[in-house]
């Protein structure tokens, strides 16, 4: 009889530099639970990740210290694998030494790509909607008892931990377009190696990694190229999608459209109808062959949500997954952290946090928040990622704020800026640009923090809704302001 696996498993150390990121936070725990041993390091942690490594007992230290794993050498056991986030610097101290000293470094996608993609991988992908994709095919899946694995590249509800390795073999993964690492320019979905591919959209995005729209195009095509012919691609149908359209017809695989009933026109592709839009959330009806497959129902809110269930819903039916769980898997998602996520329990004033870092994403959730709450005022906060910082992302600033009453740009975070990359504009000039480009809008610069929560709870009455639009934290306002309301 050979060696017990897991007691082998055990002998071995990862060590995660940039462990505080939500994808790398959710492979270290998985890692922790396949029996590895642990360790990871940030420039800073905090809530929720930083509870979430405590919880799940991750070794984890504040800063950059090699000379943490000097004495390792010495020692017999030192760390096996090195796992560098996507946004540590090639200058950065703790991968400069494990470098000097030939380690095994290796990104965190290559990671997903190791221990979590199975044998039949479906990769959620598009600009948009692909983590709530991911997130609720996985959901489904595991409410059918297919117990796959998945790797969804946010705070998911449903799950314990984003990523998860199981025996079966189906894996569900979130598929994002940005670079693996920054010694691999590789979009992180083409480590997928997908069979069952969701694609919702291809909107010019990241200008910092990806300079031309031309640029950012290839990363699909190579992507689509990907799909064996005995795969399938899920692909959305609407306006705005004339680039899918070519896109897959080159393919090889089997190709299904979702999208509005009325604007898909084959039989076998899924349209969604929405029955309604309230505070409570949302009914719809999905049909198929000329038919309805069932009507649905969710607390959660937004069309492009509805969108996204309907992309979902069409994958796993193909995949076998019966109308009744489906229906179980629509009603119990609890969706996505910052995700027009409610925030406060207040009745007076709702004050919703969402990962809208870019233009096209900050016009849908509006809108989404439009539809479910007609007659509200409407105060965004938006602080774009990088990319949408850029002049390059000028154009796509054109009504896209037109469904808000009041935005306001916040101190904008501090960005290393690579040699090359381009100019980056300034608090006071995004605030100037949107303004121009959003006539009717009214649109402020707050750059002191104070000032800024203080201007919210004076403006803000009963009914009106704070949203925050942006990937960073905002240091703590939302809290701040969450609970200066529940006073009022």
Known sequence: MGPDPIKIMKQKHIHFIGVCGVGMGAVAVMMKKMGWKVTGSDKGFFPPISDFLKKNKIDFYPGWHPEKFTDLQKMEKKPDLVVVGNFISLN??????????????KSYPEIV????????????????????????????????????????????????????NNSSKWSVAEGDEYTTARWDPRSKFLLYQPT??????????????????????????????????????????RKNTQKIDKMILKSRALVLRYGKKGTISSSQDYGYQIKSLDKKGARFSIYHENKKLGDFQTCLLGEHLVENFCAGIALCHYCGIKTTALKKAVKTFKGVKRRLEIRNKSKKIKVVDDLAHSPSKAMASLSALRAHFPKARIFAIYEPNVGNRTLSSEPFYKNAFQKADYVIIPRLSLTKTEPGQEKRMSGEELTKMIKEKNKGVDVFYFPDDDELI???????????????????????????????????
């Open 92 to 105: 950065n101290p703790e991968y400069l030494w494990f470098k000097k000293q030939k380690y095994d470094i």
């Open 113 to 164: 790509a190791q221990y979590v993609v199975k044998k039949n991988s479906i990769v959620a992908t598009g600009t948009f909607g692909k983590t709530t994709i991911s997130a609720f095919v996985a959901h489904a899946f595991k409410t059918a008892n297919l117990k796959p694995s998945w790797f969804i590249g946010g705070l998911a509800n449903n799950f314990v931990c984003g990523a998860k």
């Open 196 to 237: 069952h591919l969701i694609l919702t959209s291809i909107i010019w995005d990241h200008f910092d990694v990806f300079p031309t729209e031309k640029k950012y195009d290839e990363s699909f095509k190579k992507l689509i190229d990907l799909i064996p012919e005995n795969g399938i691609i899920v692909a959305a149908k």
């Open 454 to 488: 203080k201007f919210l709870i004076m403006a803000a009455k009963m009914d009106d809704i704070i949203v925050f639009l942006g990937s960073h934290g905002f240091r703590g306002m939302i809290e701040e302001i969450i609970k200066k309301i529940d006073k009022k």
